[in-house]
């Protein structure tokens, strides 16, 4: 295995010493041309998403990376590090999710944190991370302004991808001398959490000093006195008052904590066109609190299209998806607190959740695994969808801790039936071992953009990442359509999608020989003159529903021709 990943690099790296990438659509001989890209519907059950922390990605703007005085020695990458709304923006333009075949762009959120420091026991921290809120109707100018998240949300529309905002409902920022607590009307610091049961997951603080909201309750309550000493001083009062009084009075709600910080919530899907809610802590909180704030999104959703048409990108419903930690698909659609209580949070306003098995099914071989995916899709998750990942911020054990299988790891996470989660350097193999970090943040550390530049296994790694990206986002059919095995040795299937009046068929192999190829075709291209080989951009001829070329890769990726 480790020579056939060496020869695999190797060709890789030859292929982009030995060829420029060019910028049309046209076919030349039998080379495919780099940005030969088919219209292909969007469907969030095939979307391939990527993930990534606001700070640690890029930094687009130097000159607002000091605010409020965070200027305490913190421990190893627990202070803010830069990165911003600039920064993402200026990578959509530069183009460089569109090169990783991403259609779905979720960044940690980028609400005002507090302003102070904390150490729960890893060190002193502040809330460079984003889920420390302090006032969820503003930015953190260390991540930008509302200008510049409008900015960017209108730039990845404009090159066909997805704004996912991360929202945390279940608890404020922790209580620092800056930071006062909202009130025992908002939120309790007490019990913590001890996970054993349903109560003691969603009526509890999950962790020391971070006050729960009190979203199950009924009882109507004032704003906290820091918010309207705020609004007041930034002469924004009267307005805010304005619009939450029609919010409750349109809706017929109470004035209760969880429906004052949905209205703030939404109010960035109504105004800017989100297009899809990731929701923090979601078993930490009722789940008839998310019904409501599923339902207030759709009906965001639906007034931003009806008011700016021109900007509608397709008929896509709004969307959700959760983290119910450690949530299985090999239990089912429902998760179970330990006591008995089970919640299926499918039915209580989400679409999708984030799938914690995926990193250890993927130790199986290729087959296992994308089988095993292709039965949940057709039987127990048919008519919703899962988030696969194979790293993440705050999962201690990722598939490729070590980032010795980089390769290995593009290839199933982005072959795998379902959402597909890219976690920002798993493409560039980002360190995941920082010296003198504690806890998640060894997982947090900035983008290794100069990897990417000057490493020449890392550029290799990057090209397998596009390639298969790309391709998975030409074709639904690999993340949504049906897994077939056509052949045991070499390793060949297909994925076939019938959705509506679009159709979409594709054939893979993988683990086949370096150089010379030849394999049936099966039905679906049997009648097709040739076929585009995408991952070594040449066309091959069908003859006889077979076809034989030679490549310096043992993946093959056959689309039909163009």
């Known amino acids: 295995m480790k020579n056939n990943t060496l020869y695999f690099l190797s060709a890789l790296l ?8 060019e910028k049309t659509e046209k076919n030349t001989g039998n080379i495919v041309e780099e940005e030969a890209v088919v219209t292909t519907p969007f469907l969030w059950e095939a979307a391939n998403m990527y993930f990534l ?24 990458l627990r202070g803010f590090e830069g990165g911003d709304l600039k920064g993402i923006k200026d990578k959509i333009e530069e183009g460089y999710f569109k090169k990783l075949g991403i259609n779905a762009l979720w960044f940690t959120p980028v609400v005002e944190q507090v302003h102070g420091a904390v150490d ?32 960017l949300v209108n730039t990845a529309h404009h090159h066909g991808i997805r704004i ?31 996970f054993s049961n349903y109560e003691n997951t969603t009526a ?126 090999d239990n089912g659609r429902a998760f179970d607190f330990g006591d008995g209580t089970t919640v299926d949070y499918f039915a209580h306003g989400f679409d999708n959740l984030i799938n914690f098995q995926f990193k250890y099914d993927a130790q199986n071989d290729y087959e296992q695994l994308f089988k095993k995916y ?9 008519g919703i969808s899962i988030t696969n990942y194979a790293t993440s911020h705050d999962d201690g054990q990722p598939f490729d ?10 290839t199933k996470l982005l072959l795998t039936p379902g959402m597909s989660q890219v976690y920002y350097g798993d493409e560039s193999a980002r360190n995941l071992m920082i010296e003198g970090t504690n806890g998640d943040a060894t997982l947090r550390s900035f983008m290794n953009w100069e990897d990417q530049q000057n490493s020449p296994e890392t550029k290799a790694i990057l090209k397998h990442w596009q390639k298969l990206g790309q391709f998975r986002a030409n074709h639904p059919a690999v993340g949504a359509g049906k897994h077939t095995k056509l052949n045991d040795s070499p390793y060949i299937f297909s994925r076939h999608l019938k959705k509506g009046n679009y159709t979409d068929h594709v054939i893979i192999g993988l683990n086949l020989p370096f150089g010379k190829k030849e394999f049936s075709v099966g039905d679906a291209f049997a009648k097709a003159e040739y076929l585009i080989e995408s991952y070594s951009k ?5 003859v006889d529903g077979k076809v034989s070329f030679s490549s310096p890769f043992d993946i093959v990726l056959l689309e039909k021709g163009k």
Request: glycine share 6%; charged share 30%.
């Open 14 to 21: 030859l292929l982009l010493s030995g060829c420029k990438e």
């Open 53 to 76: 922390l606001t700070d640690r990605f890029y930094n687009g703007d130097p000159s607002n990376d000091m605010h409020f005085d965070r200027s305490k020695e913190t421990a190893v």
């Open 120 to 151: 729960e026991g890893t060190g002193v921290t502040y809330g460079y991370h984003g889920y420390w809120t302090k006032d969820w109707t503003q930015l953190d100018p260390n991540f930008g302004t509302m200008e510049e998240l409008k900015a």
């Open 164 to 194: 996912v905002m991360d929202v945390v409902l279940n608890h404020t920022g922790p209580v620092t001398d800056q930071d006062p607590f909202w009130g025992t009307d908002w939120a309790r610091e007490d019990p913590n959490c001890e």
């Open 204 to 329: 509890c603080s999950l962790v020391e000093n971070l006050p729960d909201i009190l979203t199950e309750s009924k009882t109507e309550v004032d704003l906290p006195q820091l918010l309207v000493d705020t609004w007041k001083a930034e002469g924004r009062y009267e307005q805010e008052m304005k619009e939450l009084e029609s919010f409750f009075s349109t809706n017929n709600y109470k004035k209760t904590p969880r429906n004052y910080i949905i209205k703030w919530l939404t109010d960035y899907v109504r105004e800017l066109g989100i297009d899809a809610y990731r929701v923090d802590t979601t078993k930490h909180v009722d789940e008839a609190s998310w019904v409501v704030l599923r339902e207030q999104a759709d009906i965001a959703f639906a007034a931003y299209k009806s008011s700016n048409p021109e900007k509608v990108l397709d008929n896509n419903a709004f969307f959700m998806f959760g983290e119910v930690y450690n949530y299985s698909v």
């Open 374 to 382: 292709d039965s949940i899709n057709s039987t127990s998750h048919k």
């Open 401 to 410: 801790v070590d980032r010795t299988k980089a390769i290995e790891t593009g």
């Open 538 to 542: 040449q066309k091959v001829r069908v």
